[in-house]
């Protein structure tokens, strides 16, 4: 059926009367000025929704400066029957190009976020100076022991002095380390940034031959090897970062907070095996026996530490395993010095007896 409209050709303000008729998946209109001329339905969409009394206004996606102008509310009623995309709002071909979108969006932020989570921070890791290593490391060290008493002794620093000297027979490139005991009722060794290595009484007093204490602090010299400390702290700010973006906080102090202290201490698998493999290789070319931290660990799992009487801090740490995943599928690569390889003590006897009592009153 042909019905009167009027149409305006986007080049003039004057309109053009028309006849307008449908065929079947187009609209054919021309008026005394103009041409004859086909609009595909499938192209067309209102300028406005359709509404009773109301004109019902048409562009076309090929000539988005012109429109239709119609006023017969029959014709408009079967037209939109068989378009239903003119009834206006979303379609579901709307929602799912937003929703396609969308989750394009996410799964670019997840990219992005996993290559600056993932793959940047060992890479910022060596390239930051030393005075921020330096100065962060001890800002986490005195949140982590919140004011216990550091343990020491002259005999008990000599001791543990020489044990790292023992190690570092086993690694020229050992690289700078500061180690204090602490006395907290804890069984823990943490490595924080700068160097600085943490071990508490709990661990010393539990462990009963020196080569089980060199096992665990070789392990912890090897975080420090591979910047895994200052990889972590990046990693977190990273995540502190885009949180505030997200979210308009602060996200707290890094170096203070006791769980954010948890998390930059509690490594991935991969940078725990990384450990694994220093202290193994360490010991081993020290000919200090690796079967001591073998050992050690194997306790240690029966233990599980005592958390009695700890500040806050520690108990958010927790005991060794809980920062040190995976221990017994470790354990297992544990193997003793190779055939005719003559041990080495990781401490004489009198320097193991000074280290036991570094915490004695």
């Given at each position: 059926?042909?019905v ?21 998946t187009?609209?054919?209109f ?7 001329t086909?609009?595909?339905?499938n ?14 206004r ?13 006023r017969?509310e ?5 037209l939109?029957?068989s ?16 929703f ?14 996993y ?11 060596k ?12 800002q986490?060290?005195?949140?982590v ?30 690289p700078?380390?500061?180690v ?9 060794a ?18 009963d031959?020196?080569e ?8 912890e ?41 948890a998390?930059?201490l ?8 990384e ?24 306790k ?41 390889q ?20």
């Amino acid at each position: 059926m042909a019905v009167s409209a009027n149409y305006f050709d986007g080049q003039s303000a004057k309109d053009h009367p028309v006849t307008l008729d449908m065929n079947g998946t187009d609209l054919l209109f021309s008026g005394t000025d103009v041409s004859p001329t086909r609009w595909s339905l499938n192209g067309l969409y209102p300028l406005d929704p359709p509404s009773p009394g109301q004109p019902f206004r048409l562009t076309h996606v090929e000539r988005p400066g012109a429109r239709l102008i119609l006023r017969d509310e029959a014709f408009i009623k079967t037209l939109v029957a068989s378009s239903s995309h003119l009834k206006g709002g979303y379609s579901w071909a709307d929602i799912s190009h937003v929703f396609g979108w969308i989750i394009g969006g996410l799964v670019a932020v997840a990219t992005i976020t996993y290559i600056c989570m993932a793959l940047l921070p060992d890479r910022i890791a060596k390239i930051l100076p030393n005075d921020w290593r330096n100065r962060v490391g001890r800002q986490m060290e005195t949140a982590v022991v919140e004011g216990a008493r550091i343990c020491s002794t002259p005999k008990g620093d000599a001791a543990l002095s020489t044990m790292i000297d023992n190690l570092a027979q086993g690694a020229p490139d050992m690289p700078p380390i500061s180690v204090h005991i602490y006395d907290v009722p804890i069984l823990n060794a943490f490595a924080v940034a700068g160097g600085n290595i943490i071990m508490t009484r709990e661990l010393i007093e539990k462990a009963d031959a020196p080569e089980e204490v060199a096992g665990v602090l070789a392990h912890e010299i090897g975080h420090v090897y591979h910047l895994h400390p200052e990889a972590q702290l990046v990693r977190l700010t990273g995540m502190q970062v885009l949180a505030s973006i997200f979210t308009g906080s602060n996200g707290g102090n890094t170096t203070t907070n006791a769980a954010l202290l948890a998390t930059i201490l509690t490594y991935s698998r991969s940078a725990e095996a990384e450990a694994d493999a220093y202290a193994r290789e360490t010991m081993v070319k020290a000919s200090i026996d690796p079967m001591g931290l073998k050992v050690f660990f194997e306790k240690i799992l029966k233990i599980q530490g005592d958390m009695k009487g700890s500040s806050s801090t520690f108990k958010a740490l927790g005991n060794l395993f809980s920062t040190h995943p995976g221990t017994e599928e470790r354990i297992k690569e544990i193997t003793p010095l190779p055939a005719g390889q003559v041990a080495v003590p990781a401490l004489t006897p009198d320097e193991w007896q000074a280290l036991k009592t570094i915490c004695v009153r």
